[in-house]
């Protein structure tokens, strides 16, 4: 499994797996080495969602912040009375 892979490829693989696996062309012996390979690609998905998570709250919490800082500056504004 590589990092490197963007979550839309990570989809789409994940896509080309199941597929196989719902028409029946996958082997009995590639079967176990395609679930295997699933797991690692759902886990990347998780991790990349996760990651696109954090990342959002810090930009809403920085945005947050601003604001909170914005409003206390103009309470103490002289000119703005």
Do not use: W
């Not at 196989?20 to 012996?29: M, Q, R």
């Not at 395609?34 to 930009?59: N, T």
């Not at 809403?60 to 504004?77: C, K, Q, R, S, V």
């Amino acid at each position: 499994m590589t990092n490197d892979q963007t979550y839309r490829q990570t989809i789409e693989e994940l896509e080309t797996i199941l597929r196989a696996l719902e028409n029946d062309t996958v082997d009995v012996d590639d079967l176990t080495a395609r679930v295997q390979r699933s797991a690692e690609l759902i886990r990347l998905c998780k991790q990349k969602l996760r990651h696109a998570e954090a990342a959002i709250d810090r930009v809403f919490d920085t945005l947050d912040e601003e604001d909170d800082a914005e409003g206390n500056d103009a309470a103490n504004d002289p000119t703005d009375r």
